[in-house]
């Protein structure tokens, strides 16, 4: 994500709050290719938490596959926060149903960059459930 300011953090760092932070709490699916892993989506709650593909298996339809196992976990609804200047993945997640339900200045992510919540709720008899 060109877009983010210049990480701070080793890559030992961000494999240990993955590890010790991020995991620990949640469900986690892990896709594979030709026996690699390729990325990995983790819901903790009904906050779709992590969905990460390396960049050159995207648009292959395995983040599809993560978020449909997501969604199977959590029927009910999931929300997730995804960085306004992310296109790509604002446009994956509107075109699986997800809608905007807030925008932030970015103070409450490490980052500092302004993101969006979004929350997928499912459709029943026509009409969407406010999970």
Do not use: C
């Amino acid at each position: 994500m060109p877009f983010l300011p210049p990480r701070t953090r080793s890559d030992a760092q961000v494999e240990a709050w993955v590890r010790d932070v991020v995991l620990p709490g949640a469900t986690v699916w892990v896709a594979e290719l030709d026996g690699a892993v390729v990325g990995y989506a983790a819901v903790a709650g009904d906050v779709l938490d992590a969905l990460y593909l390396l960049a050159d298996v995207r648009r292959r339809g395995i983040g599809t596959l993560l978020l449909d196992a997501a969604r199977a976990h959590r029927p009910q609804g999931l929300s997730l926060f995804v960085f306004q200047k992310n296109t790509d993945a604002r446009a994956f997640y509107l075109r699986h149903g997800f809608a905007v339900t807030a925008a932030t200045d970015g103070s409450g992510n490490m980052e500092r960059e302004p993101d969006l919540a979004m929350r997928w709720s499912p459709v029943t008899n026509g009409t969407r459930t406010v999970g």
